[in-house]
């Protein structure tokens, strides 16, 4: 129950709770169990992911902002998708990646391996 209880805190935490539970548990020297290492790793590598891909975005929008026609449709479609509040007061992005995060904390709480695409398969070979 602890172990399902660790990995969907990590999840709702954006990896957090992860990460402090690797580090006590380096620290005491207690192995991790397959199901909480899957999950604490997959959620940070998740949101490590979603926090450079905005990252990549920001920069590559700053760029196209400046071309003349491009520019300002391209700014208002970005400001629709993740800044202007639609959904329960998240933008659509946002609620993306809350929705996410609760499923996979969901999933997790029950014992089940939360499958994400291209990210359960690159955190099974870690």
Same mark, same amino acid.
């Given at each position: 129950?602890?172990?399902?209880?660790?990995? #969907?805190?990590?999840?709702? /935490?954006?990896?957090?709770?992860? *990460?402090?539970?690797?580090?006590?548990?380096?620290?005491?020297?207690?192995?991790?169990?397959?199901? /909480?290492?899957?999950?604490?790793?997959? #959620?940070?590598?998740?949101?490590?992911?979603?926090?450079?891909?905005?990252?990549?975005?920001?920069?590559?929008?700053?760029?196209?902002?400046?071309?003349?026609?491009?520019?300002?449709? /391209?700014?208002?479609?970005?400001? *629709?998708?993740?800044? *202007?509040?639609?959904?329960?007061?998240?933008?659509?992005?946002?609620?993306?990646?809350?929705?996410? #995060?609760?499923?996979?904390?969901? #999933?997790?709480?029950?014992?089940?391996?939360?499958?994400?695409?291209?990210?359960?398969? /690159?955190?099974?070979?870690?």
């Amino acid at each position: 129950m602890k172990d399902r209880i660790i990995s #969907s805190l990590s999840y709702l /935490t954006s990896g957090l709770v992860g *990460f402090i539970w690797l580090i006590v548990s380096h620290i005491r020297h207690d192995r991790l169990s397959a199901f /909480t290492r899957f999950h604490i790793f997959q #959620s940070i590598f998740i949101f490590i992911l979603i926090y450079v891909v905005g990252l990549v975005l920001n920069i590559l929008l700053a760029i196209v902002k400046i071309m003349p026609i491009i520019g300002p449709l /391209t700014v208002n479609i970005a400001y *629709f998708l993740k800044d *202007f509040p639609l959904i329960l007061g998240f933008s659509i992005i946002n609620f993306a990646i809350v929705a996410l #995060s609760v499923y996979l904390a969901f #999933s997790a709480f029950m014992g089940r391996y939360g499958e994400v695409p291209g990210v359960s398969d /690159t955190v099974r070979k870690m």
